[in-house]
């Protein structure tokens, strides 16, 4: 009987370590979402890193880490702190990141990464080929692991191998500059599906495999190693039901209040008629937070009638803290809030609320439905699901989505009202038509936005890639009986 292994670079479980106890909870992000039923139905199996390095680890502890995860159907790839600190934050996301998200500037090329990750990469290999057998289908993950694929193919040419991007697949003369460039694109080609968000990264991939390896393709197939490689484009969705509902249950259900929900409380019981404005991104350079702060300001200034009556809640998680280029952004970020806020504050009204965190998800919630636009400017992104969460929420089908056309999600979500995240004069007049939409227009566009999500959720997502990669073993199986 064959079966599913899927790999990401972390489990899809939250394991705390306190006091030599351990406490071990389901991840509730949107990949662990997406491919729940795959890894509960059947024989399944998912290979990560468990988040603690080895050296916080002991002889007892680790047998518990190891004991829960197995419970869980999941395999660990130990890592060390040396490891977390040159794959991860190093190649990971101090080259890999914002090389494919077009920050040139911020990319660094460093041998001691690039060989750590290689390193790493094959430690993954050598856990998924303890476990991998011929007729198996194997789903790899995202920036991490481009290697891997190809490792895997080397050594169980008789497995399939799928690989998903989740961020976005940059264009050639970006990615030409990049020195291990060939490396990288083999070893994606160890897969027998390669998955993108959207046909732009497909198109890019694709560009990058003729023009550096000079590789024949026939539309979206490669030929490589005897083998045709298939390249396709694969929307993620969100779990619709899950954001529709929790909107829901809210209205009904009287839950402990955070401070945020006190907060929207207050505001929305008060007297006054001020507007609220959404963002919520973790607090990354390519989601566009200060861009989207300072168009903000450009707006109040353009249009002062709205000071006093609109508000930006942003709430921005914390997020690769020991990379420096996030601890300029934070620095970048809480000078822009407190430069607004001090320009333009009355004893009654602050313009920017700016919660620096993470929240549970009863909060993220509260955030959702009570703003009246979400105003999502990202410069680059592979897909952006809180554009997709938001829109979930709305279950009277009002507000209004301002979206980046930088997001993949754009390329889906035509009823937004889209934006260039450079151009502040656009963000401003887009914001002042998203503010005074008659609701009429605002149910037409979120209703038709939603019957799309409800449509391609995640678990319509996960099970297409599946079934193209399954029959990319069909065609390959004819192959071989011809
Ligand atoms: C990468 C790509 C692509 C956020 N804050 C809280 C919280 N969240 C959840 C949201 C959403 C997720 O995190 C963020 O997803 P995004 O898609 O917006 O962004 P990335 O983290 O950059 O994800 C991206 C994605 O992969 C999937 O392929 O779309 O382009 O960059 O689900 O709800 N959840 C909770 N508290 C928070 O404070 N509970």
């Known amino acids: 009987m064959s079966k599913t292994i899927i790999i990401s670079n972390r489990l899809p479980l939250q394991i705390k370590l306190e006091d030599n106890e351990i406490n071990v909870s389901p991840s509730v992000g949107g990949l662990a979402t997406g491919m729940k039923s795959v890894h509960e139905e059947g024989d399944s199996l998912w290979i990560g890193w468990s988040g603690l390095a080895e050296e916080d680890l002991n002889d007892e502890t680790r047998e518990k880490v190891q004991k829960e995860i197995e419970k869980n159907k999941c395999a660990m790839v130990p890592l060390t702190e040396n490891e977390v600190d040159h794959f991860y934050y190093g190649f990971s996301n101090k080259t890999l990141w914002p090389l494919f998200h077009y920050f040139m500037e911020y990319t660094t090329f460093e041998n001691e990464n690039w060989e750590c990750y290689k390193e790493v990469n094959k430690k993954f290999a050598d856990v998924v080929l303890e476990h991998a057998e011929d007729g198996d289908t194997i789903w790899v993950h995202d920036y991490q692991l481009l290697l891997l694929p190809g490792y895997i193919k080397e050594k169980k040419p008789d497995t399939s191998i799928g690989f998903f991007l989740h961020i976005p697949f940059p264009s050639f003369e970006v990615f030409r500059t990049f020195p291990w460039r060939e490396e990288v694109l083999r070893g994606m080609l160890g ?8 046909y732009d990264y497909e198109r890019h991939f694709l560009s990058s495999a003729r023009r550096l390896l000079h590789l024949d393709t026939n539309f979206n197939e490669i030929s490589y190693d005897d083998r045709i490689i298939k390249i396709d484009s694969f929307p993620m969705g969100i779990d619709f039901k899950k954001f529709y509902n929790a909107a829901l249950n809210h209205e009904n259900e009287e839950l402990e209040k955070s401070d945020i929900q006190k907060r929207l409380d207050e505001h929305l019981h008060s007297s006054d008629d001020c507007k609220l404005i959404l963002s919520i991104d973790r607090l990354d350079y390519t989601k566009g937070i200060p861009n989207r702060i300072k168009a903000f300001e450009y707006f109040l200034e353009k249009y002062p009638e709205y000071q006093q009556k609109v508000r930006l809640v942003m709430l921005a998680v914390p997020s690769r803290s020991n990379v ?4 300029l952004l934070k620095r970048e970020t809480d000078e822009l809030v407190g430069r607004i806020n001090g320009k333009f504050s009355t004893v009654s009204w602050t313009p920017i609320w700016y919660f620096y965190r993470s929240l549970p998800f009863e909060n993220l919630i509260d955030l959702y439905t009570s703003c009246d636009v979400a105003m999502i400017t ?9 554009a997709k969460e938001y829109v979930a929420t709305r ?5 209004v989505l301002v979206l980046s056309e930088m ?5 889906e979500m035509n009823e937004a009202l889209l934006i260039n995240p450079n151009n502040f004069e656009g963000i401003a007049q887009t914001l002042k038509q998203a503010l005074e939409m008659p609701k009429e227009e605002q149910k037409t566009r979120i209703s038709l936005m939603q019957e799309r999500l409800e449509r391609y959720s995640v678990e319509k997502w996960a ?15 004819t192959l071989v009986s011809k």
């Open 407 to 411: 997001a993949g999600a754009a390329k």
């Open 463 to 477: 099970e297409e890639f599946f079934t193209a990669l399954n029959s990319t073993k069909q065609v390959r199986n």
């Open 191 to 198: 897969s027998d599906l390669i998955g993108f968000h959207t």
């Open 395 to 399: 279950v009277h089908q009002d507000g």
């Open 378 to 386: 990202p410069v680059r992104d592979g897909m952006n699901l809180v």
């Open 324 to 327: 420096p280029q996030y601890q």
